[in-house]
């Protein structure tokens, strides 16, 4: 018995040192210590031995188990080392590495980066507001009373409210950051300089000016003895930070039910340079051919709006701006298409 267990000792040995993979060592662990493995069923053969031979001979058995599991752990560490090495061969630490792709801010986010700062600077602060937005706050509250006609412009996407406690027409997508007046100003008390950058919904044609879904500056102004030569500072200094200061601006009279004045503020247009056609010789889609785009809407704020807050309009007065932020940006990086703001080719992200 003891020259078997001798030889099933040297026979694994021999075999597990010759190996060089580690699947072909669990293929020996099976073949000598797995349930029917040759030393395992010499091990049950003990049991037929006369009893004063079985204790020396398990001695036996046990130390040749230990040298086979000694050993295949030895092995299995030197043939892991080995691929290891090899591994670290096999790369090419003088090649180049490939260039990670590093994000950025998409060209939306740095406007509203800069619009912030530079209204800052004049001591303006940032508001926040609802998306789903209350009628009231959106309309009312603005001189914009309901079956006013100023609503037919607004275009507005009404959310369903059927099985809720909402009533019917009253909760909306926010069609105008100017719904925030009214929240900010039943809040705050006077001086207020505060702006609002936000995203408005409007059920609009999309084209290359134009689209259902749009980003804006709210802006306002209150304090006492505001007049309309303030508003046109503010926006010539803001403008004129943004986009140069060459850059040409114009006002126009125009209406809106929540000021009195109100006041148009259009910006010569980057894409064709204020001449209406591109140098292709076709006429200017973004400025429809006018050599001008509107960028910012504003007026004094009338005295109903103020008054609907709380304020006394005798005692204040202020005014209220609106900056078409995709504008912004389309005119700043001289784009023609509103519609690549939203485009998710990466060609055109990464020019910015």
Not at 57 to 77: H, R, W
Not at 312 to 321: C, I, R, V, Y
Request: hydrophobic letters at 35%; a neutral charge; glycine letters at 6%.
């Amino acid at each position: 018995m003891e020259e078997k267990l001798i030889a099933i000792k040297n026979s694994a040995l021999s075999i597990i040192l010759d190996t060089s993979d580690k699947k072909t060592l669990e293929e020996i662990k099976l073949q000598f210590l797995g349930r029917n493995g040759q030393l395992t069923l010499a091990i049950k053969e003990i049991a037929k031995l006369p009893k004063e031979r079985r204790p020396e001979i398990g001695v036996l058995a046990n130390e040749v188990k230990k040298a086979i599991e000694q050993t295949l752990e030895n092995q299995k560490l030197i043939i892991k080392k080995f691929e290891s090495e090899t591994k670290k061969e096999q790369i090419d630490t003088t090649a180049p590495g490939i260039q990670p792709k590093i994000g950025h801010l998409h060209p939306m986010t740095q406007v509203i980066y800069e619009v912030v700062d530079v209204f800052k600077s004049i001591g303006f602060q940032t508001a926040d507001g609802p998306e789903i937005e209350t009628d009231y706050y959106n309309f009312e509250a603005l001189n914009i009373p309901k079956h006013h006609p100023a609503r037919d412009t607004q275009q507005t996407l009404y959310l369903d409210t059927q099985n809720s406690k909402v009533t019917p027409g009253e909760a909306i997508l926010r069609t105008q950051t100017s719904a925030m007046q009214g929240r900010v100003m039943e809040k705050i008390k006077p001086p207020i300089r505060v702006i609002v950058p936000g995203k408005n919904f409007r059920y609009e044609q999309v084209d290359a000016s134009h689209s259902f879904e749009f980003w804006q500056v709210e802006g306002f102004l209150v304090d006492e003895q505001v007049r309309l030569t303030d508003l046109f500072g503010t926006i010539d200094y803001v403008l004129r930070k943004l986009m140069g200061e060459g850059t040409k601006l114009k006002f126009a009279t125009t209406n809106f039910p929540f000021v009195e004045p109100g006041v148009d503020t259009y910006i010569e247009c980057t894409v064709c340079k204020g001449k209406a056609r591109l140098p292709n010789g076709q006429g200017c889609s973004f400025c429809k051919q006018s050599g001008w785009s509107e960028i910012m809407p504003a007026g004094m704020i009338h005295p109903y709006v103020l008054s609907a807050a709380g304020y006394n309009p005798k005692e204040l007065s202020g005014f209220a701006f609106a900056i078409g932020l995709s504008r912004l940006v389309t005119l700043k990086y001289q784009m023609d298409d509103l519609r690549l703001l939203t485009n998710p080719d990466l060609r055109i992200l990464e020019q910015f």
